[in-house]
Nanobody
Framework: QVQLVETGGGLVQTGGSLRLSCAASGRSFSSYAMAWFRQAPGRERDFVAAISTTGGMTYYADSAKGRFTISRDNAKNTLYLQMNSLKPEDTAVYYC????????????????WGQGTLVTVSS
């Protein structure tokens, strides 16, 4: 059974940083691409970043480019999202997802999701 558990969310001031983690279990972590999505209140879940199995390829939403960094440690079965220069509009529940089939930017491509971790950026 695949399990994804996000941690690291919290309250931070504008301009601050947070690092989210996603611990994976249940199957071979290193075999699957991973991604981060986020859902702000009253909005749909949006793509943030994705990473290939080895970490050699990364992809970002325009809103994340230059501020967020996705990475993974296959030895620790963990996915990360380093978020810098945070803005109030980054406030959302952040989800990790595993193993896209199709367009990695499309939430419908993912079968496995974590429960989410809340990030709140105060102005």
């Amino acid at each position: 059974q695949v399990q994804l558990v996000e941690t690291g969310g919290g309250l931070v001031q504008t301009g601050g940083s947070l690092r989210l983690s996603c611990a994976a279990s249940g199957r071979s972590f290193s075999s699957y691409a991973m991604a981060w999505f986020r859902q702000a209140p009253g909005r749909e879940r949006d793509f943030v970043a994705a990473i290939s199995t080895t970490g050699g390829m990364t992809y970002y939403a325009d809103s994340a480019k230059g501020r967020f960094t996705i990475s993974r440690d296959n030895a620790k079965n963990t996915l990360y999202l380093q978020m810098n220069s945070l803005k109030p509009e980054d406030t959302a529940v952040y989800y990790c997802a595993q193993d896209p089939e199709g367009n990695y930017r499309d939430e419908g491509a993912y079968e496995y999701w974590g429960q989410g971790t809340l990030v709140t950026v105060s102005s």
